[in-house]
């Protein structure tokens, strides 16, 4: 039975390459002359450190532009609030949010169940598998999928015959 699975994932390998490089842009500009301002990464948890809000604010905007020339799609990013740590300092904690989310995964379930396709779905933790008895008919299903789902970040895979 033909089946795919839909994911969300991002590649950690990228992000650091995508930090490197806003490390390396921002240690080189004259507006951060003198600056403590970086970007740190603990596991899929970015950290901004800043000298004020408008140079946090310029770091996120460097960090997006990095990211999406790395081939990290931007919406899985998740802002924190912004903290001040001494002084006039403040540091802004940003997440990656990997893995469909339970409320988006009935979302898409619901969508799938709605549109009378002749195509099984089911939730498999952090992962959405749809199965099917002919290929086209998951080609439809994707193909709803894409125009349905907007605000994340998917990918399928594991296209199964």
Do not use: H, W
Request: glycine fraction near 4%; charged fraction near 35%.
């Amino acid at each position: 039975m033909p089946s795919f699975d839909i994911v969300s994932e991002v590649d950690k390998q990228e992000i650091r390459n995508a930090i490197n490089q806003v490390n390396k842009e921002v240690s080189t500009r004259f507006d951060f002359k003198r600056s403590d301002a970086r970007v740190e990464q603990e596991d899929y948890k970015l950290t901004i450190y800043a000298d004020d809000e408008f140079k946090l604010g310029q770091i996120f905007d460097i960090l997006m532009g990095k990211s999406a020339k790395r081939g990290i799609d931007v919406r899985c990013m998740d802002k924190g609030e912004v903290e001040k740590i001494t002084g006039n300092k403040v540091k802004q904690k940003i997440m990656i949010k990997i893995g469909v989310e339970a409320e988006l995964a009935r979302k898409i379930v619901k969508l799938i169940k709605d549109s009378k396709l002749k195509v099984q779905s089911s939730i498999q933790g952090n992962t959405v598998r749809i199965s099917g008895t002919k290929r086209d008919m998951l080609q439809e299903a994707i193909t709803l999928i894409k125009k349905s789902v907007t605000e994340f970040p998917l990918q399928f895979q594991n296209f199964r015959d």
